[in-house]
């Protein structure tokens, strides 16, 4: 403590942890009371900036409400609380200003994209009509801004590869912060305020498919739970690079990522935790991979504070002039699982109904969207945004650059072969089959294909195209390669397979489609 008595306003937005915050630390060493706040923001329950789709959907939500709730509750244990209001963080944070009149500062979290920036010239605007000091750090990367081998950001690569060996090699993670057991207290008469629920958002909670790949809670106290069963209890992180791309179930990858978009837990801890691992139980290249997940997460963020708005921007980073479609009827039929390409059927299913989707699907249905179907890449961005409970605006608008073939990638006609990827990391079908009952009946690989099998066989397995299952609405030439060209429903060579193991040639191919992390045993 410095001696001077005064108020701390701790503005959390995407960093709902007590653990590594710079936010709390340095308010616990800089006043005598501190107020931990969080703001629901009415700007993030409106539409969508270009196709009006709601920004924040159920799943997402109430993520968002456990998150929130689980941070009061860890706070309180150590003496304080989090105080909740609805409105805008500039307005709400006025009042407390003006209420209280000791406020000394206004401390946060520095974020990246334009909205998050706004809000924070705003925040400035209002501490300096206050006479109040603003204090932010950087805290949502694994590796700091602050230490990159590349300043100015202008300088960032635009080839992932060569970021991460520049880091690699010339950066190093700085260390988790320790905290206080006991934070400093709330401002005397200060009303910590109610947890808004689902209703108050105009939603309904939705209801848990027992067929979801994340049946976890939001919040700290989840997330820190994840980690130890995925790295200590189980030892599931010493195959994590084998089982990545798998489909169905929960420990086939980390599923970190949604704790991590909301900031419940840190990466840095996460990084702390590998290397422990690797010294106290084995080094290998699932361990390493985990940390390469982490820095691709770490590298969209960069390319957001080096291209700004042009992440939006239909032309991309790239200024590409492409004929993107606005067709709303293949749209619907996309976001609805009834294109009839079973495979992307089941992934956008399963989005849909849980708000999850794997890594491998999240590859597979943009690619089909952007160069299946040729539509405009924002409209398949804004749905992951409404749907995604691991929702985080740099990632998704990153990856679906990537996926246009509009982002930094040179490479700019990759396209997954929808046929293919089925065959692949499906092999048996029994991906498609969980998600797409109305299939069940079509045995082994042959689901991937309805619309080659014949009548006899469709009417065996109880399928009627047009009716009780649609024809697909558009087939790619490629596709006719893995197609197999045999009689009858024969199980395909590749369909012993199971969807959880990827093939050996694939195991290293691709970027992820998001830090699709895994997730605790709840």
């Not at 706040?37 to 939500?61: A, I, N, S, V």
């Not at 079973?342 to 109904?353: G, H, I, K, Y």
Request: aromatic letters at 12%; hydrophobic letters at 35%.
């Amino acid at each position: 403590m410095s001696g001077t008595a005064g108020t701390v306003i701790c503005l959390l937005r995407c960093d709902l942890r007590a653990h590594d915050n710079q936010v709390l630390h340095w308010a616990q060493h800089s006043a005598d009371f501190v107020i931990p706040l969080y703001c629901f923001d009415p700007r993030h329950y409106l539409g969508t900036h270009c196709h009006g789709f709601p920004k924040t959907g159920p799943h997402r939500l109430r993520f968002l409400l456990e998150s929130v709730k689980d941070l009061r509750e860890t706070l309180k244990k150590k003496g304080s609380t989090l105080v909740v209001r609805k409105g805008k963080p500039e307005d709400v944070v006025r009042d407390l200003i003006t209420q209280l009149g000791s406020v000394s500062a206004v401390v946060f979290h520095e974020e990246a994209t334009q909205e998050e920036l706004d809000v924070e010239k705003g925040l400035c605007q209002v501490c300096g009509q206050h006479g109040v000091k603003i204090q932010t750090f950087w805290g949502s990367t694994l590796y700091h801004r602050d230490d990159l081998p590349f300043r100015p950001i202008d300088r960032l690569p635009d080839v992932y590869t060569h970021f991460r060996k520049a880091l690699e090699s010339q950066a190093k993670v700085r260390p988790t912060l320790r905290m206080a057991d006991q934070l400093k207290p709330l401002a005397p008469g200060l009303e910590e305020g109610s947890i808004p629920t689902m209703e108050d958002f105009g939603q309904k909670d939705p209801v848990t498919d027992p067929r979801t790949a994340f049946p976890c809670s939001g919040g700290e106290t989840q997330a820190l739970m994840r980690l130890q069963y995925y790295f200590w209890d189980t030892n599931l992180v010493a195959s994590y690079k084998e089982t990545r791309n798998g489909l169905v179930g929960m420990d086939y990858s980390t599923k970190f990522a949604p704790w991590l978009a909301l900031g419940c837990i840190s990466p840095r801890y996460i990084y702390e935790q590998i290397q422990k691992y690797e010294r106290e139980r084995t080094a290998n290249q699932s361990t390493y991979w985990v940390l390469f997940e982490l820095l691709w997460r770490d590298y969209f963020r960069f390319v957001a504070l080096k291209y700004g708005r042009r992440i939006f921007s239909l032309r991309g980073l790239q200024s590409k002039e492409i004929p993107w479609k606005k067709d709303l009827q293949l749209f619907d039929c996309w976001k609805e699982g009834k294109t009839g390409v079973p495979f992307v059927d089941a992934n956008m299913r399963e989005l849909s109904a849980t708000g999850f989707m794997s890594n491998r699907g999240r590859q597979n249905v943009a690619s089909f969207l952007t160069k299946d179907l040729g539509l405009d890449w924002r409209m398949g961005a804004e749905w992951f945004e409404y749907l995604l409970v691991d929702y985080d605006v740099c990632s998704n608008y990153g990856n679906w650059l990537y996926s246009a073939g509009i982002g930094t990638d040179p490479r700019d006609n990759r396209k997954f072969n929808m046929i293919k990827q089925g065959l692949d990391y499906d092999g048996n079908g029994d991906y498609v089959r969980l998600w797409v009952p109305e299939l069940q009946g079509i045995k082994g690989a042959d689901i991937h294909t309805p619309w080659v099998l014949s009548s006899a066989a469709l009417s065996q397995a109880g399928v009627t195209l047009g009716e009780s299952y649609p024809r697909p609405v558009v087939t790619a030439p490629e596709w006719n390669r893995h197609i197999p060209q045999r009689p009858g429903g024969s199980p395909h060579p590749r369909g012993r397979r199971g969807p959880a193991q990827a093939p050996a040639q694939h195991r290293d191919r691709g970027i992820d489609f998001y830090f699709s992390c895994k997730k605790d045993a709840c």
